[in-house]
């Protein structure tokens, strides 16, 4: 199966998650996994949540990132060819402080 991104309209989700500014995405469903490819603007950021039904990969394509971990209270740096992993029924929020777009692509899956 291919999934092509390119041929996707990129759709605006205003404060996603309770989050600043907008969640720029190209998503499909694949049964019960979802495949994204997100982009926050500077100053956005999804905000922080729970997976209690589903895990989730965040791969960094283009510009930096700063992830919250479950505790609330580590932030790890997520930079291009890094990717950072979310268990079922653990949470975190992605920001991007940079100055750039942050781009990544992301898969939620149902463990």
Do not use: W
């Amino acid at each position: 199966m291919i999934i092509d991104f390119l041929s996707m309209q990129e759709e605006a989700k205003p404060n996603f998650k309770g989050g600043e500014k907008e969640y720029n995405v190209k998503m499909t469903d694949v049964g019960p996994n979802k495949f994204m490819r997100g982009r926050l603007i500077p100053g956005a950021s999804i905000g922080f949540h729970t997976h209690t039904e589903n895990q989730e990969i965040i791969y960094a394509l283009e510009g930096e990132g700063t992830v919250v971990d479950e505790a609330g209270n580590t932030v790890e740096m997520l930079e291009p060819g890094q990717a950072h992993y979310c268990a079922k029924d653990e949470s975190h929020s992605l920001v991007n402080k940079g100055d750039k777009d942050l781009i990544f692509f992301a898969v939620v899956t149902t463990v």
